[in-house]
């Protein structure tokens, strides 16, 4: 697929996907990794949040209980949103590789960006984000 930049394709992707992944989903609602994907839920998205130590307590948020990782998901899930450093990013590739059917696009949250793994989620037709934020353009477009 494609590197996403253009605002008319931003917009595409907050308009036409409405299930999104969070990996690296915080409980503390001041950091970005929660109150981001809480934004988004109260704007009507579905959110899933993925995080292993959550998981293990059998948290849940915004209606979702959250998982260890993104194979654990049994629904369809259209945007893959990560909060992890930009060196820790291909760490989840495997994960998003294996998820059936593949999410469509992998947003890479504000400041976070990874080339290679971009490039190879692209060669197996998912788009990329790379560092915006989904909470500001969700704001700014919408």
């Known amino acids: 697929m494609t590197l996403i930049e253009q605002t008319p394709d931003i917009i595409r992707v907050l308009q036409d ?6 990996v690296g989903f915080h409980r503390d ?19 899933i949040p993925v995080n292993p130590a959550l998981a293990a307590r059998g948290e849940s948020f915004f209606g979702v209980r959250a998982v ?3 194979a654990e998901i049994t629904t369809p899930v259209d945007v893959v949103e990560i909060f992890r450093r930009s060196d820790r990013v291909h760490e989840h590739l495997p994960d998003i ?6 999410p469509k696009v992998v947003w890479l949250q ?7 793994t971009a490039q190879a989620l692209m060669q197996r037709g998912i788009s990329v984000v790379q560092d915006r934020c989904m ?8």
């Open 110 to 116: 504000l400041g976070i960006r990874d080339d290679a």
């Open 68 to 70: 260890a990782s993104l």
């Open 17 to 22: 996907h409405k299930v999104i992944a969070v």
């Open 29 to 47: 609602t001041m950091k970005p990794a929660h109150y981001v994907p809480e934004y988004m839920y109260r704007q009507g998205y579905t959110v």
């Open 97 to 102: 590789l294996s998820m059936a059917p593949l």
């Open 135 to 142: 909470l500001a353009d969700h704001r700014a477009l919408l």
